[in-house]
């Protein structure tokens, strides 16, 4: 329940920091749900035969991770190079999703990120993902696109979005099928 909150009152600050009202984006993600995911990655004798998770981005709107703290995994994708995100001790990895880069008209963008094994010792990731009720409607506000700021992304369902993440298998550049 606390990190649903943090959650929430992360939305509500990336809100007032595009100039919208702090709760815009909370209205038009509605109800939203709650998934969370314990990621356990055994060693493995050969990592670079692997990935724990391969690279991709997160169809939902944030993602807050609990990263274990023996154990680095979490590599982000900056300026076309993986960096590894090491583990803080009291601290939680938020990561963007590509509803909040729709919602902004692109000016926060998605993480791309993915987990490597170790080939020593096993690791574990708690997940938090704040997810759009399946009926929003993601359009990026008309306070983004005033102006004469053109819209980057059409109007979408976000359950049409949801299913096509997991259809595709992690397919790179989902949210590009969605560009104007």
Same mark, same amino acid.
């Given at each position: 329940?606390?990190?649903?909150?943090? +959650?929430? *009152?992360?939305?509500?600050? &990336? /809100?007032?920091?595009?100039?919208?009202?702090?709760?815009?984006?909370?209205? #038009?993600? +509605?109800?939203?749900?709650?998934?969370?995911?314990?990621?356990y990655y055994p060693a493995c004798p050969q990592p670079e035969l692997t990935y724990g998770l391969p690279a991709h981005t997160d169809p939902n709107s944030l993602t807050i991770l609990l990263q274990d703290?023996? =154990?680095?995994?979490?590599? =982000?994708?900056?300026?076309?190079?993986?960096?590894? #995100?090491? %583990?803080?001790?009291? @601290? $939680? =990895? =938020?990561? &963007?999703?590509?509803? &909040?880069? @729709?919602l902004s008209n692109g000016r926060y963008k998605s993480v791309w990120h993915r987990a490597l094994v170790n080939a020593d010792k096993p690791r574990l990731s708690i997940? /938090? $993902?704040?997810? %759009?009720?399946?009926? @929003? /409607? #993601?359009?990026?506000?008309?306070? *983004?696109?005033?102006?004469?700021? *053109? /819209? #980057?992304y059409r109007d979408f369902a976000y359950a049409e979005y949801y299913n096509k993440f997991w259809s595709g298998n992690l397919e790179p550049e989902r949210l590009e099928l969605y560009k104007n």
């Open positions: 329940m606390e990190v649903r909150k943090l +959650g929430l *009152r992360l939305q509500e600050e &990336i /809100s007032r920091s595009l100039g919208l009202d702090k709760d815009c984006l909370k209205n #038009i993600l +509605g109800e939203q749900g709650q998934h969370m995911a314990m990621n703290l023996q =154990v680095a995994g979490l590599q =982000v994708l900056k300026d076309g190079k993986w960096l590894a #995100i090491k %583990p803080h001790p009291n @601290a $939680f =990895v =938020v990561n &963007i999703g590509d509803q &909040i880069q @729709a997940a /938090s $993902f704040l997810c %759009p009720c399946d009926t @929003a /409607s #993601i359009s990026a506000p008309k306070a *983004r696109t005033g102006g004469g700021e *053109r /819209s #980057i």
